[in-house]
């Protein structure tokens, strides 16, 4: 990670470190003192921003429990983290669980009662989920198979004081790279011509047509 750290160029770097193969995180910020540490586990990391306006907000990197059986101690530690802070509040990361039995395409049907536990954390926590902007899917296996399976386990949540200090915030869902999850990327403030990448694409049929040629040199 210090490595990674050097490529970049950030100053601040914080790592909880794995346990054998497994697990591990890592957080990077741009200059040493726009973040203060506020605690962290083998699932998060919890800082405080700060602006250069004087305004602070907190940002909670999440890993998600990955075991069903388990996935209570992400919604417990939600609701422990909300009680903590009172700042404007986004969570972002692979939080491994769904909002809606639609963010889930191929595969068994998703649990009812992982549904409706993750809801209600975030009901006693205080925060809503981000809409995503592009493809609607973060993760995949099976591609160009019969059993392909698509679901959305990475996302941003908010509070309403986030959302308030930065009311036209987008998420971005960033396709095309070598892994099954997709990166996402949260923009607090908007950016004029933001896009997701996309593959170019052409109908080879229009070749068939005779005028199709002469059309686009007229244009």
Same mark, same amino acid.
């Given at each position: 990670?210090?490595?990674?750290?050097?490529?970049i160029?950030?100053?601040?770097?914080?790592?909880?470190d794995?346990? /054998?193969r #497994?697990?591990? +995180?890592?957080?990077?910020?741009?200059?040493?003192d726009?973040v203060? =540490?506020?605690?962290?586990?083998? @699932?998060?990391?919890?800082?405080?921003?700060?602006?250069?306006?004087?305004?602070?907000w907190?940002?909670t990197?999440?890993?998600g429990e990955p075991?069903?059986?388990?996935?209570?101690?992400?919604?417990?530690l939600?609701?422990?983290?909300?009680?903590d802070?009172?700042?404007?509040?986004c969570?972002?990361?692979?939080?491994?669980?769904v909002?809606?039995a639609?963010?889930?395409? /191929?595969? #068994?049907?998703? +649990?009812t009662?992982?549904?409706?536990?993750f809801?209600?954390?975030l =009901?006693?926590?205080?925060?809503? @989920?981000m809409a995503?902007?592009?493809?609607?899917?973060?993760w995949?296996?099976?591609?160009?198979?019969?059993n392909?399976m698509?679901v959305r386990?990475d996302?941003?949540l908010t509070?309403?004081e986030?959302?308030s200090?930065?009311?036209?915030a987008?998420?971005?869902?960033?396709?095309g790279?070598?892994?099954?999850?997709?990166?996402?990327l949260l923009?607090?403030?908007?950016?004029?011509?933001i896009?997701?990448?996309?593959?170019f694409?052409f109908?080879?049929?229009?070749?068939?047509?005779?005028?199709?040629?002469?059309?686009?040199?007229d244009?």
């Amino acid at each position: 990670m210090k490595w990674v750290q050097l490529k970049i160029g950030y100053q601040g770097m914080f790592v909880v470190d794995s346990i /054998g193969r #497994s697990g591990g +995180l890592t957080l990077f910020w741009k200059e040493n003192d726009q973040v203060e =540490l506020l605690g962290f586990s083998q @699932n998060h990391i919890d800082v405080k921003v700060k602006m250069e306006n004087g305004e602070a907000w907190r940002l909670t990197g999440l890993y998600g429990e990955p075991n069903r059986t388990l996935r209570r101690r992400t919604w417990d530690l939600l609701r422990n983290l909300a009680r903590d802070s009172k700042l404007p509040w986004c969570i972002i990361g692979d939080v491994n669980n769904v909002v809606t039995a639609g963010d889930k395409v /191929g595969g #068994s049907k998703y +649990l009812t009662a992982l549904i409706d536990g993750f809801n209600e954390a975030l =009901l006693d926590a205080g925060v809503t @989920n981000m809409a995503l902007v592009g493809h609607q899917f973060t993760w995949e296996r099976g591609r160009d198979t019969n059993n392909m399976m698509e679901v959305r386990l990475d996302r941003a949540l908010t509070n309403t004081e986030w959302l308030s200090l930065f009311p036209m915030a987008k998420l971005y869902n960033i396709e095309g790279t070598s892994s099954d999850h997709s990166p996402i990327l949260l923009v607090p403030q908007v950016v004029a011509h933001i896009h997701a990448p996309y593959r170019f694409k052409f109908e080879n049929a229009w070749m068939m047509e005779p005028m199709c040629e002469v059309i686009v040199q007229d244009a």
